[in-house]
Structure formats: C-alpha cells, structure tokens
C-alpha cells in the first residue's frame, strides 16, 4: 500500500524558510519519480518540485526557482522540500504525490499535470505572513 506522509507546516514570516518533509512507504523512490504540489484556496494545484533519483533529474515551477530545493534521503526514504526566502504567495497546503504503479512520468511532466498523479498525502499547511 502506497502511503505519503508530510510533515514540516507551519506560520513563518516573509523573508523566512521552512522544510516540509515527505516520509514515502510502499513505493520504491529509486525507480520512480515524486513531487511536491500546492494548492491555495479557490486555485488549483500546480507542481512545485518533482525529482526523479534514479538519474537526480530535477523540475522546479518558475515562481520557485532559485528559492526551494527538492532532496531525497535514501536510508529514511524521504523527500525534503527546503523552501527559503518565503513569500505570501507561496501560502497554501503543500502535497507531495507520486504516480499510480504503471505509470510513467518524467520530472517535467508530473509537475505539469498534478491531477495525473495517483497517490497523495494528506497535504500540509504553510502559511507566510507576518
């Protein structure tokens, strides 16, 4: 059974920095690739960050670029979003998702096409404001 589960939520002030965390069970992280989603209130979800470990291909969403970073540990089997130099417009519930088995994506396809993904957990909240 494919299980996500996020952690790493919270308050912080414009200018700050917060690390969600992605704790991945019943889906191998070495074959296949995950992601980080959000979603704000009345928009719709759009990829944030997908990684694919296998060759360290990596897709960030331009509104993020130069300021978050997807990592993976291998020996917890977990996917970090460090997220840096926050602004409101980065408030929303975070997700990280992952492809139905079977189902093929590259890095830059799952970040595009979020509602394609199979497996979610249940999302975090980030909210920036000061």
């Known amino acids: 059974q494919v299980q996500l589960v996020e952690s790493g939520g919270g308050l912080v002030q414009p200018g700050g920095s917060l690390r969600l965390s992605c704790t991945v069970s019943g889906f191998s992280l070495d074959y296949n690739p995950i992601g980080w989603f959000r979603q704000a209130p009345g928009k719709e979800r759009e990829g944030v960050s997908c990684l694919m470990s296998s060759d360290g291909n990596t897709k960030y969403a331009d509104s993020v670029k130069g300021r978050f970073t997807i990592s993976r540990d291998k020996a917890e089997n977990t996917v970090y979003l460090q997220m840096n130099s926050l602004k409101p417009e980065d408030t929303a519930v975070y997700y990280c998702?992952?492809?139905?088995?079977?189902?093929?994506?590259?890095?830059?396809?799952?970040?595009?096409?979020?509602?394609?993904?199979?497996?979610w957990g249940k999302g975090v909240l980030v909210t920036v404001s000061s």
């Open positions: 998702g992952v492809p139905r088995r079977g189902d093929y994506f590259s890095v830059q396809a799952m970040c595009s096409r979020p509602f394609d993904m199979g497996h």
